[in-house]
């Protein structure tokens, strides 16, 4: 069985924001939605939810349970069940946590280019936001983070692992040095772990809890990335060892917007789906590769080095020299990417696209981009 083998005019059913933004004739890789049906087992499991008509609040603690057994089993993680809440979603516990540990006008650290939404829970919650760079090759640029954490007004870190849309996979020896550093400085590590099980063949995700000197974080992490739930709101606070005040110290309401269809179906994918995100691990890789040979022989001047986390490239179109890469694809080559510039001023010149798709729909991108330079 292949996941991502849904055809345009299939997708293009969708109401969804990634089939709905763009006109019509626009081929969309762009926001983190996979192009693949539901898993049998949450199918099987939100019809009989509608069937009871049990569409009421949420209870018990089976998603974390899902999400501890998940972690022991993939990662040798193991945690408590008091290490765990339930939260609305991955961004709202974010903001819940920095609320926690953070005071308005504290500095909250940041490694740019990341997610969008990374800049927004930080200077949109009236916190200072301090970008510290990746490095170029998209690693956690250590002295500038212990730099950056130095200044007496920053009071966290809220890190991205893996990280999105560099791909970038820290290490253990990565995570464990940045940990050592924010507790030197009294800084809380926040981390977003929700593409943790989208990590290549091969390759191996380290979860933030299991570094010892590291128990002093905290994180945010669902299973709507990596099994494509975002439609089902629920998500998860996990706190380390020593970080467990923070979960009795979160406001009021944080963890009371969990949908109970969304606990449902996460906590179904956690428990019966894990050899489909497998599955979808190993077609995005071949896809990574895909994407690598089609830029090389049609576009050979564009950068694109695949990293083995998550279904997202980052893709370097300077060498182009357009103005604005993404809107020259998306308004001549009627093709949406995410603009580089979104996630750090400093990446105009750069596109995210979405490889949670089929290897059609991946030619079809990268054949646009090329006919819209020869326009
Ligand atoms: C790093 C990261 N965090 C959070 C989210 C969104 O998660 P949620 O919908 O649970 O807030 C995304 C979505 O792409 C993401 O890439």
Redesign the pocket.
Known sequence: MTIFSLTEAELRERRSLKWRTYDADVLPLWV?EMDAAVQPAVRRELDAALDRGDTGYPWGTDYADAYRASAVARWGLKLDPGQLRRGG????AVVCVLETVTDPGDGVVITAPV?PPFWQVTSGYRRRTVAVALTPQGRLDLNALEQAFAAPDVTAFLL?SPH?PTGTVHTAAELAAVATLCAAHGVRLVV?E??AWLVDPGAAFVPILSIPEAQQAVVAV?A??SWNL?AFKA?LYVAGEQALDVLDDLPPLAQQSTGHLGALAHATALHEEQAWVDQVRSEVAANKQLLSDLLHALLPSVEYRPQPGTYLAWVDCTALGLANPARHFEQTGRVAFSPGRNFSPEHQQWVRINLATSPAIITAAVERMAASLRR
């Open positions: 983190a979603d991955v961004m709202n997610y991205c999105n977003d929700i593409h669902s709507g990335k975002a998500g």
